[in-house]
């Protein structure tokens, strides 16, 4: 059953320091997504490719966040530098992207922790 | 705004008995519903779309409604296992490229 995939699975990483979440979607989906879950909540959406373009960065903290996906296959997530508050969920999700409200499919998700 | 509400946010039910999970939607201009479910320190799993022209979806012991009009949905889960102890999230579609809203969710312990 195709999956999404993502990398690694746990980070811990001091305060400043760089990190990076890879993310592979299942083959064929156009949309990829990146969530981010903290504790006791519901994901919240902070960027959105359709295959290479961004279609929704709105909620990107883009003084320190950035991610590509340079092919329109697979994703990377950048933080830097990381600050305590990161500490959450990193999820990953992809749809087919008809444009139809597809369904989408989550990953396992990266626990990031900033000490 | 739209914002996606999830009461209560944990329930306790004895195994066997039905279990009844509900969420609500201020803005009815949804593309679709989707009910998800998360094991603790997991990603999420879908359980079930339920498209803006449909009124409900079932799959297995799970049956799903839509009132797009009232902004609810409800879930339902017959004869319940100690297996579907869970937290259990609603999401739903503002726009045609799919962007989720979620909710808080609702954690459910299933007691044999």
């Known amino acids: 059953e195709a999956e999404v995939a993502q990398s690694p699975r746990y980070k811990i990483t001091e305060k400043s320091q760089a990190v990076a979440f890879w993310c592979d979607p299942i083959?064929?989906?156009?949309?990829l997504y990146w969530y981010r879950q903290i504790l006791g909540q519901g994901p919240e959406l902070l960027v959105q490719?359709?295959?290479?373009?961004?279609?929704?960065d709105s909620q990107l903290p883009k003084d320190r966040f950035s991610a590509e996906r340079l092919k329109g296959v697979d994703s990377t997530l950048k933080i830097q530098p990381a600050e305590l508050g990161d500490s959450a969920m990193y999820l990953c999700?992809?749809?087919?992207?008809?444009?139809?409200?597809?369904?989408?499919?989550f990953g396992p998700g990266t626990r990031l922790t900033v000490l | 705004k739209q914002e996606v509400t999830q009461i209560p946010a944990a329930l306790s039910v004895p195994e066997g008995e039905n279990l009844v999970l509900n969420c609500s939607f201020t803005?009815?201009?949804?593309?679709?519903l989707q009910w998800f479910r998360q094991d603790p320190g997991k990603g999420l799993t879908s359980l079930l779309l339920?498209?803006?022209?449909?009124r409900e979806q079932t799959s297995g012991r799970l049956n799903a409604s839509l009132d797009k009009s009232s902004g609810r949905s409800t879930l339902y889960i017959a004869a319940s296992q100690p297996g579907d102890s869970a937290t259990y999230l609603c999401?739903?579609?503002?726009?045609?490229?799919?962007?989720?809203?979620f909710g808080a969710g609702t954690q459910v312990v299933v007691t044999p």
């Open positions: 339920i498209q803006s022209s449909q």
């Open positions: 999700a992809s749809s087919l992207g008809s444009g139809e409200g597809d369904e989408q499919f």
């Open positions: 999401a739903v579609s503002t726009d045609s490229w799919g962007k989720l809203q």
């Open positions: 490719f359709q295959d290479e373009s961004v279609v929704d």
């Open positions: 083959s064929g989906h156009a949309t």
């Open positions: 803005d009815s201009a949804i593309y679709n």
